[in-house]
């Protein structure tokens, strides 16, 4: 572990796309763990109906598992990154906007927006990863990257229950939901903000780590 986050600390391009992954997980469980209540409660739906939204918003997810290569072989992996990570992580600001009857599209298209972003970034990164890092080094990175990670999905949960006691489910919805955007501002301010492709060199070696011999 020590030596996964000295890599990811030492390295630019892996230190922006974790810690953008952390900030945007604490957005995503933030949502996740009040909307199912948001449906029920605020927009007055049946649990039925709720599970059906919920299993369409999930088709996003398949549809950026699908889209993910040919966009990125397309206009490079770093702008496919800024594509799904940023521009379709702006469709969350609609979830909050849904109401009952024809509103309820609102809900659907939010979230098949952010679910489509979130696994086509995940593809692109699974794939940067693996050519990126020294293989000796890439379980120890996958296993940190995920630590840092989703060490931020329970304090999103919190956080979600949280504002949605304090300020009601609609506002802590909207703080929520503004959050996956906003998360992309971390991808904005790096370099991936001004390349085309993410490098496919690998880091140097950790200091401490001496080279392999014959």
């Known amino acids: 572990m020590a030596e996964g986050l000295r890599l990811i600390a030492g390295d630019r391009w892996l230190r922006t796309l974790t810690l953008f992954a952390a900030a945007s997980n604490l957005a995503l469980m933030g949502y996740q763990s009040i909307q199912v209540v948001f449906l029920v409660r605020t927009i007055g739906l049946s649990p039925g109906l709720v599970g059906g939204l919920i299993s369409a918003v999930s088709l996003g997810g398949v549809a950026g598992a699908f889209c993910a290569r040919r966009v990125a072989a397309r ?21 909050p906007m849904t109401v009952e009857g024809p509103g309820l599209v609102l809900f659907v298209a939010g979230g098949v927006c952010v679910t489509a972003g979130v696994v086509g970034g995940n593809v692109i990164k699974a794939s940067f990863q693996q050519r990126y890092c020294p293989p000796e080094l890439l379980g120890r990175l996958t296993a940190t990257s995920a630590f840092v990670s989703y060490g931020t999905l ?61």
């Open 75 to 95: 206009v490079g992996d770093a702008r496919a990154t800024l594509v799904f990570e940023v521009g379709l992580a702006v469709g969350a600001l609609l979830m």
């Open 154 to 214: 329970p304090l999103g949960a919190l956080l979600g229950g949280a504002l949605g006691t304090a300020l009601g489910l609609r506002a802590a919805m909207w703080i929520t939901s503004a959050g996956i955007p906003l998360a992309g501002l971390i991808l904005l301010f790096s370099p991936i903000r001004r390349s085309r492709d993410l490098p496919g060199s690998t880091p140097p070696r950790p200091h401490h780590e001496a080279p392999a011999t014959a």
